[in-house]
């Protein structure tokens, strides 16, 4: 890489993707695709007690806020769906008399 001296900016000179991001990109690709890297090991992580009883906690909220949100989606429609076959009954109701 060489420095653009009237602008500042970094210009790539090769094919080359190398540095942090590059890391972490492999890494992240080795964890998700394990066949693509036989000899790659996946690292064994070790949490805390107390960070998993946090983490079982947030996930549990997490999913009953979006439990929360279906059924009220779910409510919404229903709903609707009532207040329209009122409406078309109060209509026959009214075309018959």
């Known amino acids: ?13 090769g094919p080359g993707f190398n540095g942090p991001k ?3 990109c492999k890494i ?10 036989p000899g790659r090991t996946v690292p ?6 107390g960070l998993r009883i946090c983490s079982i906690v947030g996930l549990s909220f ?9 059924q009220a989606g779910n409510l ?12 078309d009954s109060r209509i026959a109701k009214l075309a018959v008399t």
């Open 76 to 87: 919404e429609g229903a709903l609707e769906q009532q207040r329209r076959g009122s409406d």
């Open 62 to 70: 997490c999913s009953l806020v979006g439990l929360a949100a279906m």
């Open 1 to 13: 890489m060489r420095q653009d001296r009237k602008r500042g900016s970094r210009i790539s000179t």
């Open 22 to 24: 590059a890391r972490f």
């Open 44 to 49: 064994h992580m070790r949490f805390s007690l």
């Open 28 to 37: 992240a690709v080795s964890l998700i695709f394990p066949q693509f890297f």
